[in-house]
């Protein structure tokens, strides 16, 4: 699934965009979930994180596509953004804020095509996993492969990372559950550790991140058959 966000004002263009990314999903078999907004405004207000792609006019009533995409890179440095522009010349304001694209009105499918398909491949090239977590001040995006482990804290969640330590709202039940396709185990009820930086087991430690976890007595057998899965995966 792919998630791409249309940020146009002007509604016969969005609904030209819609028919643009519907046909290209009938032609090249990818599953788009597209959603609409009327103004930079709108999403970066309570902006989650949560898109692939987002295809941004540049000139709106309220808030434009340049200013859009600066509060939104704050936040998120992931998510591509094309422009969507009858004026050339944003395309080269477009590098400030890391656009890979842009698009010229009126639209050609065929050219339109060529960006998306564009985007995709970097996608690709990337293939990696973003968690949205909420973060005092906001949301920040996790990547999945760059956890260590998370920790509960006083009825919230501690992300340890790579990057750092962050602290969130949230529940580790869902948690489990969101992450339940990824190499993740809940060794006692306090962590779910990455199983991909575990370094070393001892009786009922694990070392992960420089951290010594203990591990519960009864989780200790499905942990080592759960780390042997996913060992064997990775060399295959």
Same mark, same amino acid.
């Given at each position: 699934?792919?998630?791409? @966000?249309?940020?146009? =004002? =002007?509604?016969?263009? @969005?609904?030209?965009?819609? @028919?643009?990314?519907?046909?290209?999903?009938?032609?090249?078999?990818?599953?788009?979930?597209?959603?609409?907004?009327?103004?930079?405004?709108?999403?970066?207000?309570?902006?989650? %994180?949560?898109?692939?792609?987002?295809?941004?006019?540049?000139?709106?009533?309220?808030?434009?596509?340049?200013? !859009? !995409?600066?509060?939104?890179?704050?936040? =998120?440095?992931?998510?591509?953004?094309?422009?969507?522009?009858?004026?050339?010349?944003? @395309?080269?304001?477009?590098?400030?804020?890391? !656009?890979? +694209?842009?698009?010229?009105?009126?639209?050609?499918?065929?050219?339109?095509?060529?960006?998306?398909?564009?985007?995709? &491949?970097?996608?690709?090239? /990337?293939? *990696?996993?973003?968690?949205?977590?909420?973060?005092?001040?906001?949301?920040?995006?996790? +990547?999945?492969? /760059?956890?260590?482990?998370?920790?509960?804290?006083?009825?919230?969640?501690?992300?340890?990372?790579?990057?750092?330590?962050?602290?969130?709202?949230?529940?580790?039940?869902?948690?489990?559950?969101?992450?339940? *396709? +990824?190499?993740?185990? /809940? %060794?006692?009820? %306090?962590?779910?550790?990455?199983?991909?930086?575990?370094?070393?087991? &001892?009786?009922?430690?694990?070392?992960?991140?420089?951290?010594?976890? &203990?591990?519960? /007595?009864?989780?200790? *057998?499905?942990?080592?058959? &759960?780390?042997?899965?996913?060992?064997?995966?990775?060399?295959?």
């Amino acid at each position: 699934m792919i998630r791409i @966000a249309i940020v146009e =004002d =002007d509604k016969s263009y @969005a609904q030209e965009l819609i @028919a643009n990314l519907d046909r290209y999903e009938q032609e090249c078999g990818h599953n788009l979930v597209v959603q609409w907004f009327q103004d930079g405004e709108d999403i970066v207000e309570d902006y989650k %994180c949560n898109f692939d792609i987002i295809l941004m006019d540049v000139e709106m009533m309220f808030m434009n596509g340049m200013t !859009a !995409a600066e509060k939104i890179r704050e936040i =998120d440095k992931e998510v591509i953004i094309i422009f969507i522009t009858n004026m050339p010349q944003y @395309a080269i304001k477009g590098y400030m804020v890391d !656009a890979l +694209d842009y698009v010229l009105k009126p639209l050609s499918y065929y050219a339109f095509s060529q960006k998306i398909d564009r985007a995709l &491949q970097r996608l690709d090239k /990337r293939k *990696k996993k973003f968690l949205p977590v909420s973060v005092k001040g906001g949301m920040k995006k996790l +990547d999945i492969s /760059r956890i260590y482990y998370i920790e509960v804290q006083d009825h919230d969640l501690c992300f340890h990372t790579m990057d750092g330590d962050y602290e969130a709202k949230g529940s580790m039940k869902e948690l489990e559950l969101t992450l339940e *396709k +990824d190499p993740f185990y /809940r %060794c006692n009820k %306090c962590y779910l550790v990455n199983l991909e930086h575990i370094s070393g087991i &001892q009786g009922n430690d694990l070392l992960i991140g420089g951290t010594i976890i &203990q591990v519960s /007595r009864s989780r200790k *057998k499905e942990l080592m058959n &759960q780390l042997n899965n996913y060992m064997n995966e990775v060399s295959k």
